[in-house]
């Protein structure tokens, strides 16, 4: 007759057929319980294994995931995409800007040590004295007499503009 039995080795349970003559057995040997016709024919309760905190936990918040509520979430995920890929777009355009105005400050710098160094150059090469008998010796040039000149009232804030002949009085 062959009895069952679990063996077990270390943390690891086993069953195992055992013929009665075989005495040597290895490990720690347990008999299986006998179970009659009557209890064998009772189905076991079906129970719900034990559940931790954390998984009651996760279960509980889950709840809370309604499609509308997944919706939502899904049209802010878009929106907020959406934002940080126009603040990236602006970062580069005023990157760019940057870029663009430090180049153009160079060159106005270039200008204008270009221009001073032309303005020293003219003051030094350019005697004002022979530009003056040059202009009245050879041209005849000569300084505008009081009764030639015609004076306009201006109003603060605004300029004269000449768009034709100025008249005689």
Known sequence: MEKRYF???GNTARQALFDELELPVAGNV????????QQA???APEREPKVGRVVRRNRRNIAYLTPAY?????VMVAILFTAVIMVVSVSGQITNAEKKL???TAQ???LKSDNSAARVYMEKNVDINEVYEI???EYGMV???EDQIIRYRQNEGSYVVQNEAIPRN
């Open 30 to 37: 347990l008999p299986v319980p006998e179970v009659s016709e």
């Open 143 to 145: 300084y505008p007499s």
């Open 102 to 104: 430090a180049t153009m």
């Open 7 to 9: 063996t077990i080795d």
């Open 41 to 43: 024919q009772i189905p």
């Open 108 to 110: 106005l710098n270039t």
């Open 70 to 74: 997944m919706a939502f979430l899904g």
């Open 135 to 137: 202009a009245v010796g």
